[in-house]
């Protein structure tokens, strides 16, 4: 399987800060990367998918970029509402595999 | 409305069985891939099991080949999820959801599967 490695683990920041989550994966997956924001209690929340395309009714702060192996979500001026859990995912492979997540703390 | 509800889950004893049950609405069900996502108490998102839109073609994660078994029934609009042989480490809330070309659009608000004795 395809490891994922997302970097921090944990993140403190205040709003309004720029923060970027970094997500490495063990072979290239080319740009089959999706992140997703979780928030204590909620299902998953797709936010960008192909590395760079943003979903649908997601704020245009997010954006996603990389590719290969290396990959990066960030958000250019954190809102209140943005403090959540973050993960990766590849599905260059049918075995799809998730980061181990970053969580996202208010300083 | 575009949505997802599983079912099923609950406390069942370590060797026993569950049957997960995901109703989808508010899309075209039988046109999707469908997914089963599961996450451990207070750790990350591990990915399951897959069958196709038509149901002819299924995977597995290693962690429940041969103990899990997924399927569908376009005409109900449901996924399943069959779980046999459970262990402790099978403990998750379960999450289906809808595939868009491997990732996923669509997520429901989990089930609680409980494996203890």
């Known amino acids: 399987d395809i490891q994922m490695t997302q970097s921090p683990s944990t993140l403190s920041a205040s709003v309004r800060d720029r923060v970027t989550i970094t997500c490495r994966a063990s072979q290239s997956i080319s740009s089959w990367l999706a992140w997703y924001q979780q928030k204590p209690g909620k299902a998953p929340k797709l936010l960008i998918y192909k590395a760079s395309t943003l979903e649908s009714g997601v704020p245009s702060r997010f954006s996603g970029s990389g590719s290969g192996t290396e990959f990066t979500l960030t958000i250019s001026s954190l809102q209140p509402d943005d403090f959540a859990t973050y993960y990766c995912q590849q599905y260059n492979t049918y075995s799809t595999t998730f980061g181990q997540g970053t969580q996202l703390e208010i300083k | 409305e575009v949505q997802l509800l599983e079912s099923g889950g609950g406390l069942v004893q370590p060797g026993g069985f569950l049957r997960l049950s995901c109703a989808a609405s508010g899309f075209t069900f039988s046109s999707y891939a469908m997914s089963w996502v599961r996450q451990a108490p207070g750790k990350g998102l591990e990915w399951v099991s897959d069958?196709?839109?038509?149901?002819?073609?299924?995977y597995y994660a290693d962690s429940v080949k041969g103990r899990f078994t997924i399927s569908r029934d376009n005409s109900k609009n449901t996924l399943y999820l069959q779980m046999n042989s459970l262990k402790a480490e099978d403990t998750a809330v379960y999450y289906c959801?809808?595939?868009?070309?491997?990732?996923?659009?669509?997520w429901g608000r989990g089930t609680l599967v409980t494996v203890s004795s």
């Open positions: 959801a809808k595939e868009l070309g491997g990732y996923f659009d669509l």
């Open positions: 069958i196709s839109g038509n149901g002819g073609s299924t």
